[in-house]
Nanobody, 113 residues
Framework: QVQLVESGGGLVQPGGSLRLSCAASGSAFTIYTWAWFRQAPGKQREWVAT???????DYPNSVMGRFTISRADAKNTVYLEMSSLKPEDTAVYYC???????WGQGIQVTVSS
C-alpha cells in the first residue's frame, strides 16, 4: 500500500511563493504519472498539474506559468513550486498517483495579506 505524505504548505502573502513536496512510500514510484489537485472551501476538487514518467508536464490555464511540477525519482518525491500566488490559490492541495485511488492527506495553502 503506497502512502503519500505532503509537506510545505502554509500562509503566504499574495505574490509570494511556496514549494509543496509529496513523499511516497513503496518501490513503484517511477512507473506512475503524478499529479497535484486542490480543493477550496465549497468547491469541487480541481486538477492543478501533472508530470509523466518521462517528465512531460501539463497545467490548467489558471496556474500555467506560475506553478511548476517536478519529480525526483531517486527520492520518491514529487514537488509543486508555486509562485505569484493569488488569494484564489487558497485551498487544500493533494498529490495523487494518477489513475489510482492513492491520495495524500492534503495540505493547506493560504494566500492572504
Amino acid at each position: 500500500q503506497v502512502q503519500l505524505v505532503e509537506s510545505g504548505g502554509g500562509l503566504v502573502q499574495p505574490g509570494g511563493s511556496l514549494r509543496l513536496s509529496c513523499a511516497a512510500s513503496g518501490s513503484a514510484f517511477t512507473i506512475y504519472t503524478w499529479a497535484w489537485f486542490r480543493q477550496a472551501p465549497g468547491k469541487q476538487r480541481e486538477w492543478v498539474a501533472t508530470i509523466t514518467t518521462t517528465g512531460n508536464t501539463d497545467y490548467p490555464n489558471s496556474v500555467m506559468g506560475r506553478f511548476t511540477i517536478s519529480r525526483a525519482d531517486a527520492k520518491n518525491t514529487v514537488y509543486l513550486e508555486m509562485s505569484s500566488l493569488k488569494p484564489e490559490d487558497t485551498a487544500v492541495y493533494y498529490c495523487n498517483q494518477l489513475g489510482t485511488s492513492t491520495w495524500g492527506q492534503g495540505i493547506q495553502v493560504t494566500v492572504s495579506s
